[in-house]
């Protein structure tokens, strides 16, 4: 299937999770994209009518651009499976593995990428083994600077870097806010860096890496999607030795995790050039100000053709 019979292509976009308005700028931008390339393409926030919607409609391909919860965790995935509708982006399974810090972190060590040292912590168990007692333990086994964030989720909400003993307690209940598990790491100091992975048929190809250079020192959620709040720079200004390791950790990464199609690993790249994985993110944002298609223009790609051909591939890998 070439991009012109693509002849229905729905974009989810949108959702309840926290990240709903840079979910609605990354969809819009995805349909300006198709669209620019005469592909017919369906706008949709999703509701207790999509899955209806869906099936009598069945789309050529789904593009869910749902960040957060609703759109990365595997369950949309799994309920598109099941309707028997291809989409864009990586399986229930391998999106539920991603999702899941910890788990994304244990795999990505075994498969040879360093990853920093931590420790994850349930909010119940926070709570009855004694807040004190545990903050003491953590400060004791990772004394900081640590990196307190939580265990699932986005756009760096509830992210916090604790540089002193005293801004941990707060950090914790901040990360709380957002899930039930929280992860206290080892920060590790070096340039900042995302790089996208993307496959349209000829297997994962890490894109150009993109350092990020934040006005405030913290790439959290303001810096990520307020024009103006951070610098990049695209491709990063690292020497062409560890510009090859952190491209070769990406794909160890997207294919330890059996990604596919797109995906965004996070990663610091230390004085040695060493890098260090941080977390990887199935749905990468698409806005205007968003990573992956930084790199994409980097890399001299159109959006429009890259995102025509992550849709045939996705019909093709259905088939």
């Given at each position: 299937m070439n991009s012109s019979a693509l002849r229905n292509v729905t974009v989810l976009a949108g959702g309840i999770s926290h990240e709903r308005d840079v979910s609605l700028r990354s969809g819009r931008r995805v349909v300006d994209s198709l669209t620019s390339h005469g592909i017919a393409v369906e706008l949709r926030d999703p509701d207790a009518t999509l899955l209806?919607?869906?099936?009598?409609?069945?789309?050529?391909?789904?593009?869910?651009?749902?960040?957060?919860?609703?759109?990365?965790?595997?369950?949309?995935?799994?309920?598109l499976e099941a309707l028997d509708i291809p989409f864009v982006g990586s399986?229930?399974?391998?999106?539920?593995?991603?999702?899941?810090?910890?788990?994304?972190?244990e795999l990505a060590r075994r498969a040879g990428v360093s990853t920093p040292r931590g420790l994850t912590l349930s909010h119940d168990a926070f709570r009855e083994l004694g807040a004190a007692g545990v903050l003491a333990a953590i400060a004791d086994e990772h004394p900081v600077p640590v990196v307190v964030k939580p265990a699932r989720g986005g756009s760096a909400?509830?992210?916090t870097v604790v540089e002193t003993a005293d801004g941990l307690p707060r950090a914790m209940v901040d990360a709380y806010t957002y899930c039930d598990d929280?992860?206290?790491?080892?920060?590790?100091?070096?340039?900042?860096?995302a790089v996208g992975v993307i496959d349209t048929g000829d297997g994962p190809t890490a894109l150009p890496a993109v350092e990020i250079v934040p006005?405030?020192?913290?790439?959290?959620?303001?810096?990520?999607?307020?024009?103006?709040?951070?610098?990049?720079?695209?491709?990063?200004?690292?020497?062409d030795e560890a510009a090859a390791s952190a491209a070769q950790a990406a794909v160890a990464v997207h294919e330890a995790l059996g990604l596919r199609h797109l995906s965004r690993v996070d990663l610091i790249v230390d004085a040695t050039g060493k890098a260090w994985f941080l977390e990887v993110n199935v749905l990468p944002g698409l806005?205007?100000?968003?990573l992956v298609p930084m790199a994409l223009d980097a890399a001299g790609y159109e959006l429009g053709l890259v995102y025509a051909a992550l849709a045939e591939k996705a019909v093709r890998d259905h088939q």
């Open positions: 209806a919607h869906l099936t009598e409609t069945h789309p050529d391909v789904v593009w869910p651009v749902l960040h957060g919860a609703s759109g990365e965790d595997g369950a949309l995935r799994g309920l399986t229930s399974a391998a999106a539920r593995l991603a999702w899941d810090k910890p788990t994304a972190k909400q509830g992210v929280v992860i206290v790491e080892q920060k590790i100091t070096g340039t900042e860096i006005r405030s020192g913290i790439y959290g959620f303001d810096a990520r999607y307020n024009a103006g709040e951070t610098t990049f720079f695209t491709p990063a200004r690292l020497s806005t205007e100000t968003s």
